[in-house]
């Protein structure tokens, strides 16, 4: 009777993305003690280590859900799980101050935006850039006003005078943010109605996040639409273009040479620095400045394919891999739960929720009906809806449409500034 040689038993560490889970466990978890002994530099380094390892390990575990990776998955896990955190005092100052010096002092949000606008214009089609940028001002415009109209009538419906109503739930969720809209808001109302701005302040923020809240699982819900009826989805293109049976082939494009990553890099920020110049000449926000000349330079042919080509490889890298990390530092920074805790009402949140639902409701019938794809159309109007450059990230990162940030930041700077604008002279007027 002979004995045969049991084979070994393999056995196999769980992977994220083809590398051992096991690396990103450690070091994160080794990150998060150094945070215990005050041990974590507060400068850009620091606040890299906590986001990107937080960020590694939420995000696919959000996709992975059930019913929360049917509604926003990792980005509302990446979003909402460091807010929690943050109410709860899981997190250290040495921490939080990390995180603050990269996403505040250095700017890394903008950072993040600046290459995904770039990225993205310099990277589509000239005719469908074009289509997109005059047809979405359609639905936005008329996204604008059904969410007035409907989130008054749900917030009177549950007792809330038309004053209350207008100015301290609706437009502070389509007034652009926080920096953008909530701040200046505050100062406007504190000038018509007296007081200071910080009371004013505390009011506005608790419908601006629920708002935000609501979009990104709007866009979640929005992008599971796309994916049982692909017709309704353009997978990030706003216009339907029509193909000619008869058109010649395309022209077969050189081998570029390769990507000069910093080259790129440089292009990004040079715009940026280029835009913050022209920003007191002008007086439009940086932000909305970079998709100006992006698109000039888009539509000139200003720099060689090679060039673009090399700002494409940042923007995929950043879009690949840093967007679940930089909805970690939104989560910490950005989404004060405190302030919603006092004010939360089945009424204060169907109005809030109502005025997200009518933007993208009008975005996706009005979209549809111009031509558009009425699937990314309702995912830029709802954008409007959104908590500024942080919102437009959260939005897109959940419906996973990152080249629509350009047109998402039309939707949010230039209907945000119009909502502040019309606020502040409204409420003086009513008040008088």
Known sequence: MSLQARPARSFALPTLDGMPLIVPVILTAGVLAAGLFDAIPENMI????????????????GNRLPVISKIGGGALICLMTPSVLVYFGAFNENTLAAVNSLMKEANFLYFVICTLVVGSILGMSRKVMVGGLIRIFVPLVLGTAAAVSVGIGVAMAFGYSFHRALFYIVVPIIGGGIGEGVIPLSSAYASALGGSPGSYVAELIPAAIIGNIAAVITAGLLRRLG???????GGGQLVKVPTDPLAAPPIPQPDFPARNHALGVLLICGLFVLATLLEEIVHLPAPVLVIV???FCKLFNVFPAAVEDSVRGIYTVISRYFIYPTMIGLGMLYLPLKSIMGVLSVGYVAACVAVVLAMAATGFWVGRAIGMYPVDASLVTVCHSGLGGTGDVAILSASNRMNLMPFAQISTRIGGVTTVISAATLIRVLDA
């Not at 994916?227 to 989805?233: A, S």
């Open 227 to 233: 994916d049982r009826r692909p017709q309704l989805d």
């Open 46 to 61: 620091g606040g890299l280590a906590v986001i990107v390892g937080l960020g590694m390990l939420l995000g696919p575990l």
């Open 293 to 295: 000349m992006s698109v």
